[in-house]
């Protein structure tokens, strides 16, 4: 009998030896030969699907990154609100009169501090250093890059990103806002400290504030407007969640803070719905805003 079992084994061998011979696989064989790769067809159907899924999944990502963004910006307005509520803490709640003080600027080019004040170069927020554990706070991660330029340049910093990474935020410069007792303000709660813009310091006026002085149909920052002389840094304003690529419309919005410290978001807007008292602190208007 263990002949027989050893006969059938040495045939079987040979039998599938002489059909690899003859061309024929078995079906290990085919299983192997279907794992070696792809078919052309296959190959066209993964790459569609694959296709697919980032067609769905970037524009999703994109938007994620710029919640985390717009996240970021409003955390550092808050911190800029800590910053301020020490000052004012400690100066007899006055705002400060920034004076000359409106460009980017928290340093000379050779690195040494600027002094609040000090000149036309010089950032509004110069005067909160002292409570700061770092300026980056007055950055924007959405107004990192600004292949457009700034409204104003600098010969000694070449590099407008360089400049705008820590002074992002435009102050309430409006002539009722400089140098004001807290205390006389209407409500701090509605009084717009500093926000998302491209001017480092809005005077107050139509054409570089959000308020159209209360003019239905009016025009709000007409400087930044087509037409206007900073056209060109509009989008730099409405710069979060951003949904349009025309240069005058972003369909997007601008992070305020208020003076009581909270911070939220406005959307973009030719100025109806912003009150002139936003930025000059005084009570409603009978039967108006």
């Not at 036309?120 to 330029?149: D, H, M, N």
């Not at 504030?209 to 409405?238: E, K």
Request: hydrophobic share 30%; glycine share 10%; proline share 6%.
């Amino acid at each position: 009998m263990g002949r027989t079992l050893k006969g059938k084994v040495m045939t079987s061998c040979v039998n599938r030896a002489r059909s690899r011979k003859a061309g024929a696989f078995t079906p290990l064989d085919r299983r192997s030969r279907r794992l070696m790769g792809f078919t052309l067809i296959e190959l066209l159907v993964v790459i569609a699907i694959i296709a697919v899924l980032l067609a769905i999944i970037m524009p999703a990502m994109r938007k994620i990154k710029e919640v985390a963004r717009e996240t970021v910006c409003k955390s550092n307005l808050k911190n800029v609100g800590l910053a301020v509520a020490m000052y004012l803490d400690e100066n007899e709640r006055k705002i400060p009169n920034t004076g000359s003080s409106n460009g980017f600027l928290w340093n000379n080019a050779d690195g040494t501090p600027r002094t609040p004040g000090s000149g036309s170069g010089t950032y509004w927020a110069t005067y909160y250093r002292e409570y700061l554990k770092q300026t980056k706070i007055f950055g924007c991660p959405s107004l990192q890059r600004v292949a457009e330029g700034l409204i104003y340049s600098y010969n000694e910093f070449p590099d407008p990103s360089k400049v705008i990474q820590h002074a992002a935020y435009g102050l309430n410069h409006h002539e009722k806002a400089r140098g004001r007792n807290t205390n006389t303000i209407y409500r701090t709660a509605e009084f717009l400290y500093c926000s998302d813009h491209a001017e480092p310091r809005p005077d107050g006026g139509t054409s570089d504030c959000f308020h159209n002085n209360d003019v239905p149909g009016a025009m709000n920052l007409t400087g930044y407007r087509q037409g206007g002389s900073r056209s060109f840094t509009y989008r730099q304003i409405f710069r979060h969640n951003i949904r349009y690529g025309d240069a005058y419309k972003t369909g997007g919005r601008a992070n305020i803070l208020w003076l009581d410290g909270h911070v939220t978001p406005l959307e973009e807007t030719t100025g109806d719905d912003v009150p002139l008292r936003w930025y000059t602190g005084d009570p409603p208007k009978p039967g108006g805003r």
